[in-house]
T-cell receptor, first 114, second 108 residues
Framework: KAGVTQTPRYLIKTRGQQVTLSCSPISGHRSVSWYQQTPGQGLQFLFEYFSETQRNKGNFPGRFSGRQFSNSRSEMNVSTLELGDSALYLC?????????????FGSGTRLTVV | QKEVEQDPGPLSVPEGAIVSLNCTYSNSAFQYFMWYRQYSRKGPELLMY????GNKEDGRFTAQVDKSSKYISLFIRDSQPSDSATYLC????????FGAGTTVTVRA
């Protein structure tokens, strides 16, 4: 059974640019969540999608957005990149995104903003 | 106040020792508690998942939840160098709220 796949693994972007990250969940999982991991703030929840709808959102500015497609694959977009956006971005999938569900994480996309 | 507090360590123990990791949480309504392990340059991997209070054992790993004191623990028995990683506690409240993570090194 294939795990959660995130592409690309590494990205270097310049301040002011925008970036799109991709996540393919485990087959059959309909919920996809995104997290940002930094040394200072740790792992923080960005948003969660279920059946192509954003169901939950963390405390991040509107520059961070996402979407989910009918096959449950998800993309995350960050516009007008800032140096502080440098982080490991992790995608997690679960069957329904309910409290009782476990979440499986991908290996992440390491974004560096210069 | 953060929802989950965890001492970031680091923690260094000799091989074969018992590793004890702890977290506290703020909201007594939380019911679902997780422990994740994260190796360098990898995503977190689910280790243990506990509902409400009590103990759960899986091989060398034991997770405990004490809802009366809002305290969650993970114990690793007979620790191995391969257990060297960052351990993260998390609350599942329709999203995961993580502790800061404790970096553990098991010395051979």
């Amino acid at each position: 059974k294939a795990g959660v796949t995130q592409t690309p693994r590494y990205l270097i972007k310049t301040r002011g640019q925008q970036v799109t990250l991709s996540c393919s969940p485990i087959s059959g999982h309909r919920s996809v969540s995104w997290y940002q991991q930094t040394p200072g703030q740790g792992l923080q929840f960005l948003f969660e999608y279920f059946s192509e709808t954003q169901r939950n959102k963390g405390n991040f500015p509107g520059r961070f957005s996402g979407r989910q497609f009918s096959n449950s694959r998800s993309e995350m977009n960050v516009s007008t990149l800032e140096l502080g956006d440098s982080a490991l971005y992790l995608c997690a999938s679960s069957w329904r995104g309910q409290e009782a569900d476990g979440y499986t994480f991908g290996s992440g996309t390491r974004l560096t903003v210069v | 106040q953060k929802e989950v507090e965890q001492d970031p360590g680091p923690l260094s123990v000799p091989e074969g020792a018992i590793v004890s990791l702890n977290c506290t949480y703020s909201n007594s309504a939380f019911q679902y508690f997780m422990w994740y392990r994260q190796y360098s340059r990898k995503g977190p991997e689910l280790l243990m998942y506990t509902y409400s209070s009590g103990n759960k054992e899986d091989g060398r790993f034991t997770a405990q939840v004490d809802k009366s004191s809002k305290y969650i623990s993970l114990f690793i028995r007979d620790s191995q160098p391969s257990d060297s990683a960052t351990y993260l506690c998390a609350i599942n409240d329709y999203k995961l709220s993580f502790g800061a993570g404790t970096t553990v090194t098991v010395r051979a």
